[in-house]
């Protein structure tokens, strides 16, 4: 995960600075360009998160977060490690994630945007990855989960060293966590500059106030 031209290091959070107000663009493309230019190895590990992200219909919430679980042995079931799992998890953010899907049993259609939100996050959260892509990810959420989402990623980061790809449309609620702005100075060339105070992101905020 280390080269001698890389931008960034574990642990980071990159605010992705150019494309906070585009809304029809796709950031998965310029988050992949950006690892690519920093000469990170493939495959690249990776989890995805946008307010885009559609779970399968056919599942219900649990059995779609149980897709990306990765259980630790065969000796039980799937979702009994699951449960065990979020019950030890010394990421009590994410536990109140989980404690918000009221209806785990139910399909994605009969419940509102906010659980199918919430089950997208715990899906990318618990994924053994090396880097987690956020697009525009406090879409369809209440401040309160907000909250808790942006504690659960830095807590998760910290702790396995997981760096994260920010882009938001709402970078004000990152301020106190945000450790390095991105900037796309050409088509497949970034430059990346040390969060020193937040003066820099909240000049971000304004801007973006500005072109709405």
Not at 130 to 146: A, G, H, K, V, Y
Request: hydrophobic share 40%; with cysteine; proline share 3%.
């Amino acid at each position: 995960m280390t080269s001698a031209k890389q931008l960034f290091v574990r642990e980071d959070i990159l605010l992705f600075k150019n494309h906070l107000n585009d809304k029809g663009h796709c950031h998965l493309k310029t988050f992949i360009n950006f690892l690519n230019y920093n000469h990170v190895k493939r495959p690249l590990k990776f989890a995805y998160i946008s307010s885009n992200h559609q779970l399968i219909e056919g599942l219900t919430l649990k059995e779609n977060i149980l897709l990306d679980y990765i259980p630790s042995d065969l000796s039980t079931s799937k979702e009994h490690q699951f449960n065990s799992y979020m019950q030890k998890s010394e990421n009590t953010h994410l536990q109140k994630l989980f404690a918000q899907i009221t209806l785990p049993d139910a399909y994605p259609s009969k419940v509102d945007r906010q659980m199918q939100q919430l089950a997208v996050f715990i899906k990318g959260l618990i994924q053994q990855s090396d880097f987690l892509f956020l697009e525009r990810p406090e879409e369809f959420l209440s401040s309160e989960n907000i909250v808790h989402i942006i504690n659960a990623i830095e807590f998760n980061s910290k702790n396995s060293g997981q760096v994260v790809l920010l882009s938001t449309t709402l970078s004000d609620k990152w301020f106190n966590h945000i450790t390095k702005i991105v900037t796309k100075s050409s088509a497949h060339c970034f430059e990346v500059a040390p969060v020193i105070n937040q003066k820099s992101i909240i000049k971000i905020a304004d801007h973006k106030k500005n072109v709405a």
